[in-house]
């Protein structure tokens, strides 16, 4: 899916992106609405999180829920969920891709989320957004914690990696494969690691969407970008030392993606109530277009006094 309605201004180098996607990771759902820990507000948070992705673009491509979408696997937590995502991304003309995570119950997903038979089956699937390739993987396994792709999961997608997409291929998955500097998560990280390089090294693979760590972070694997969502019901206080780093409520965030031809951006979006500044506006951007590059440089690149 393009930029759609969004506003579309040249100042510089790089044209506009070619795709623009919402990663959103962690909302940890409860049924009837509980409180996840006895405090913290999940649902709340996620229905700020909704308002902010609406504001952010009017069309995105695609709403990417990378894992934890129920804390528990709850049928009810999936109907709860469901039930706040699919308007707001029926306003926006975007599909929501629901992802699989280690808190998640395949069998409640399954028949919540995606309307399928109540199985133990990997939860996955292959989206064509206007020619850029999303694959959503199911690192969870059934009773653990920890990450995990098996043989037929790899199987699977070196088939459909075999064919590259007109704008290239992203992966979605809970678990990342990325090192984290808290040791509680090496313990839950994903298993068959070089198993995925191998299948996805040299492949039209661009990027890998992430969640788990209820923090941002990023790296590469097998030469491949990888970008972590925080989480949208609490995240991890990593201002403290890596041994003594717990949840607090705060640090709310999603992801923006902009796609262009040569590179992948992934912007954190904060959920926070905060005052913002009235310098930039869309009637700022349209005097700006009015102008020359030469003029426009003069107007605001050029210092006072030289």
């Given at each position: ?44 948070n996620f229905s700020r999180t909704l308002e ?63 309307d399928l038979a109540p199985t133990e089956e ?185």
């Open positions: 899916m393009s930029a759609g309605n969004a506003p579309s201004y040249v100042f510089g180098r790089h044209r506009p992106a070619s795709h623009v996607l919402i990663h959103v990771s962690d909302p940890h759902f409860l049924a009837g609405g509980a409180l996840l820990g006895g405090h913290y507000d999940v649902e709340e902010a992705i609406r504001a952010v673009h009017p069309h995105p491509a695609a709403i990417v829920i990378t894992g934890d979408l129920a804390d528990l696997g709850e049928p009810d937590a999936y109907r709860r969920l469901r039930a706040a995502v699919e308007p707001v991304a029926e306003e926006l003309g975007a599909p929501v891709v629901w992802v699989a995570g280690n808190h998640d119950e395949r069998p409640a997903l399954r028949a919540e989320l995606w990997p939860v996955t699937g292959v989206w064509d957004l206007d020619g850029l390739r999303l694959v959503a993987l199911d690192t969870s396994v059934p009773g653990w914690h920890h990450g995990d792709l098996d043989d037929g999961q790899l199987t699977w997608l070196a088939g459909i990696l075999s064919e590259p997409a007109p704008h290239g291929t992203l992966l979605a998955m809970h678990h990342p494969p990325l090192p984290s500097h808290l040791p509680l998560f090496d313990i839950l990280e994903l298993r068959h690691q070089d198993e995925l390089a191998e299948v996805i090294r040299g492949t039209d693979v661009r990027g890998i969407l992430a969640g788990h760590l209820h923090y941002s972070s990023n790296g590469t694997f097998a030469g491949v970008p990888v970008s972590v969502a925080s989480a949208t019901c609490y995240t991890m206080n990593v201002a403290r030392p890596s041994a003594e780093v717990n949840g607090m409520d705060a640090a709310q965030a999603f992801q923006l993606v902009h796609v262009y031809p040569d590179t992948i951006t992934h912007t954190v979006v904060p959920v926070v109530d905060a005052p913002t500044g009235d310098f930039f506006s869309e009637e700022w951007l349209e005097r700006m277009a009015m102008l020359t590059p030469e003029a426009r440089l003069e107007a605001f690149s050029r210092k006072p006094g030289r």
